[in-house]
């Protein structure tokens, strides 16, 4: 079963420029050429970046005049089209509706020690994994830059104002929302440069903080590992054989299991960060215990973690998640192969926000 790839997104009418698709010294640019002095680039990006504010009427340093001249640097990019919530508030789905009508989806998990934002990079997904509602949807296009940055805009300020139950600073992100991130590279790295930016050009977000996931793009990895940020990248694996891969992730009719774990090793060994190995367990596919052995043989010896991942249920999936023995055998035969491996941590799966879920509905 090979299903169609679509490594290139279709063209729709791009969305508005945005303070947060520029650097500091095109934002200066733009205030001038806005009519306002150069400093007030500066006045404005603080604004955003540290009081997160949605729109100049809020920005409380600038005058009438300069509020007027500089309301076309925030446009509004996302709007919220439904809100959802579970975990006692600790998990928040936002499903935001963008320019064209396009929707996408973001989770903001608070954990005892952090919070992460799951984001979106793309509207839809090309990749076509068969197991994956986003897959299964099809790809509408790419992500802008700033549209990436309100995400994790928005995501701030509602974690510092206790909308995840209490107050608490946004410390993680995770490239694991809609879309495959690394075939929206130019503006994934981007949005993951002006994350790590001090303020007020960017977030001062840790580089270690992010992950970026990916289906296995290997000149995309190569190219990223070139690239000097010290993220943590997680391939989202699924099965250790062409065979079955071909099937779960089509992608991998371009580039096999050998190559694509030939360019991760390449990653780690050059950013000295750990790999992260997703693996979501189906029953009866891809979890018999000769599996578990042969991953663990393909990934002995390297800097990697494998993050098993119990299936999520997606409307019309005709899989379902391992049983919970299975599970334990599976893990169990890693292990024994001196593999670091745990069980993630399920969050959002009653909301459909789980990974796997996002099907950008407003159901």
């Given amino acids: ?134 897959g299964q949807g099809g790809l509408q296009r790419n992500l802008s830059t700033g549209e990436i940055l309100e995400q994790v805009r928005v995501a701030a300020r509602d974690a510092e104002t206790g909308l995840l ?77 062409d065979e079955l891969r071909n099937d779960l992730v089509p992608i991998n009719n371009r580039w096999s299991v050998d190559e694509v774990l030939g360019a991760v090793w390449e990653y780690a060994d050059i950013t000295r960060r750990r790999i992260s190995i997703e693996y979501a367990l189906i029953r009866n596919i891809n979890d018999q215990d000769w599996r578990a052995d042969l991953l663990g043989d393909l990934l002995r010896g390297h800097l990697v973690h494998v993050n098993v991942i119990p299936l999520n249920p997606t409307p019309g999936s005709k899989w379902t998640a391992s049983d919970p023995a299975q599970e334990r055998s599976f893990v169990e035969r890693l292990a024994a192969k001196g593999v670091a491996v745990t069980i993630r941590d399920t969050r959002g799966r009653e909301i459909d926000g789980a990974c796997g879920q996002l099907a950008a509905t407003t159901n």
């Avoid at 500091?24 to 806005?34: P, Q, S």
């Avoid at 540290?50 to 005058?63: A, F, N, P, W």
């Avoid at 600073?169 to 929302?177: A, D, T």
């Avoid at 289906?215 to 190219?223: D, E, Y």
């Fill in 1 to 134: 079963m090979n299903l169609p790839i679509v490594m290139q997104a279709p063209r729709r009418g791009k969305p508005p420029v945005h303070l947060l698709d520029m650097d500091m010294a095109a934002r200066k640019d733009a205030v001038v050429e806005l009519g306002a002095k150069p400093f007030r680039a500066t006045q404005l990006s603080r604004q955003v970046v540290v009081r997160h504010v949605d729109s100049v009427e809020q920005c409380t340093d600038l005058g009438a005049a300069d509020k007027q001249r500089l309301a076309p640097l925030l446009p509004t990019l996302l709007t919220a089209a439904n809100v959802l919530t579970c975990d006692g508030d600790a998990t928040r789905k936002t499903v935001w509706r963008l320019h064209d009508g396009s929707l996408v989806e973001s989770v903001l998990m608070r954990y005892p020690k952090r919070v992460t934002l799951c984001l979106s990079s793309q509207a839809g997904c090309g990749m076509a994994c068969p197991f994956c509602a986003t």
């Fill in 165 to 241: 139950g209490e107050p608490g600073r946004l410390s993680n992100i995770v490239f694991m929302g809609m879309g495959e991130p690394l075939a929206n590279y130019a503006a994934v790295l981007r949005a993951v440069r002006r994350m790590i930016a001090e303020p007020p050009e960017g977030f001062g977000m840790s580089a270690r903080g992010i992950t970026v996931s990916t289906v296995g793009l290997v000149p995309q990895i190569r190219r990223l590992a070139q690239e000097g940020l010290p993220v943590t990248l997680a391939l989202s694996l699924h099965a250790p054989d």
